[in-house]
């Protein structure tokens, strides 16, 4: 089934480690993105693609990072994850369509940084 | 950029009464207007979008209508039912496929 995944699910890690926050989508969809959401609240955009091998900064200023080596894997890097850091991290997909395309989020990753 | 508003940021109506979000957007060039509804726990999920070359648009209980000239958009739920009970996003979009989203508005259905 057509999907967007997302692990880990939840993540309680100490100050200074590094993550990875993993999103892939079986959607065949060549837009991806990444928000910050603390819960019940607004979306930020803090990194898109358009394709492989293109990464943008969004609207909300982030310290993470991303890649996008292939098509369906978005993965989200924090070299040094602080208790600010803390938040849910959604990564959502849509397809190119002309005038804005429909974006399917993944199931999101809660992280806890103490 | 793009700046959306949305009001109220909760509502709480009687079941089977009506319920309206209302969002205004900044940027004129803004054609696309997808709101999607998010439950305690879940992820977002769209629940119905218009582009700018439609006045309004209905799917069952659920319509959206779009004044360009104004630059505004809402929301109408009718016959709410307590499953209706959720956090709402308004969103614009202008041809670059990125979406700015409002503060949300969380809906409380009372049985």
């Known amino acids: 089934e057509a999907d967007i995944y997302q692990t880990p699910r939840y993540l309680v890690i100490g100050t200074g480690k590094k993550i990875t926050l993993e999103c892939s989508q079986t959607?065949?969809?060549?837009?991806m993105y990444w928000y910050q959401q603390d819960p019940g609240m607004e979306l930020h955009l803090i990194h898109y693609?358009?394709?492989?091998?293109?990464?943008e900064k969004g609207d909300l200023s982030s310290e993470s990072t991303v890649s996008r080596i292939r098509t369906e894997h978005f993965p989200l890097t924090l070299e040094s994850a602080r208790p600010s850091h803390t938040s849910q991290y959604l990564c959502?997909?849509?397809?190119?369509?002309?005038?804005?395309?429909?974006?399917?989020f993944g199931p999101g990753t809660r992280l806890l940084v103490l | 950029g793009e700046n959306v508003e949305q009001h109220p940021s909760t509502l709480s109506v009687q079941e089977g009464d009506s319920a309206v979000i209302k969002c205004t957007y900044s940027?004129?060039?803004?054609?696309?207007f997808p709101w999607y509804k998010q439950e305690l726990g879940k992820r977002p999920q769209l629940i119905i979008d218009?582009?700018?070359?439609?006045g309004e648009k209905k799917d069952q209980r659920i319509a959206v209508t779009l004044n360009k000239t104004a630059k505004h958009f809402s929301l109408h739920i009718t016959e709410t039912q307590p499953e209706d009970s959720a956090v709402y996003f308004c969103?614009?979009?202008?041809?670059?496929?990125?979406?700015?989203f409002g503060a949300g508005t969380t809906v409380t259905v009372r049985a």
């Open positions: 959502a997909s849509s397809e190119l369509q002309a005038g804005g395309g429909t974006q399917y």
């Open positions: 959607m065949g969809h060549d837009k």
């Open positions: 693609s358009y394709g492989v091998n293109s990464t």
């Open positions: 940027d004129s060039a803004s054609n696309y």
């Open positions: 218009i582009r700018s070359n439609v």
């Open positions: 969103a614009a979009s202008i041809n670059d496929y990125k979406l700015s």
